[in-house]
């Protein structure tokens, strides 16, 4: 008899322990994972110079002052926890520079006028190699395309360039937002979005400094931010000085 007691509560003290581990195991260490990855992306953003106020979380994205995209599975660079001071733009350079590979999705060809014009403008800048290219292959740097559900105000939106010297491969146009608007503001809104995937931020942006030798703030730049359908329509003097400073023949 007490041997049966004995078994039944060792059998009784063994399920516990299993039944324990069991929940303790059951626990998932991905969110975990994925927590501290967001806070890394966090972190290197505010080291950028944007706010909380400026960031809202969009998916599986960060979208920053209205519309500069960052993944949350991005790459983060190893100095993510130190600010960078040299802006407006982000520190890092696309390497592959002197072809830029966009690719044109069946989306948003009827703007493919606005988007060679707006190539255009990037690859005249005086004294730069920078030179973006249309490929129809299957290889590109960035893909162009339409999203007519970024958000009522926003004209489009696209990721910056990254640590790793690649252009910001994704730019959205909210073609329903920017029908109407003139040629010109439509050409200004690629402009502006491309400029974001070769690493140029908001010129206006209130915690921005300058690309190194090009300061001070600049109410023609095409690389302001918030002006959506009113901005200036071509890069200004200083766009083109801190690009031919960024991307030098």
Known sequence: MKTLFKKAALIALLSAVIISCTKKNDIPAEPEIQTTQNQKVLTYIKNLGFTDAQIVESGDNYVVDGDIVFSKKMEVPADYGKAITEQYYNGYIVTNSTNI???????????????????????????????FVITTGTVYDILIKVDNTIGGSTCGQAYLSTSNGKAGNTVWINQ???????????????????????????????????VPGVGGTDAQSLMNGGQCGSGATVLSAKDKQATAVLYPL
């Open 176 to 210: 329903a937002l920017i029908q109407n608007n003139s040629f010109a503001q439509r050409t200004r809104t690629i402009t502006h979005e491309f400029g974001h995937t070769i690493s140029f931020k908001h010129t206006n942006q209130s915690t921005t400094t300058n």
């Open 101 to 131: 590979r966009v690719k044109v999705d069946p989306s948003i060809t009827s703007m493919n006028s606005e988007i060679n014009s707006a190539i255009n403008q990037w690859n005249t800048v005086p004294n730069s190699k920078l030179k």
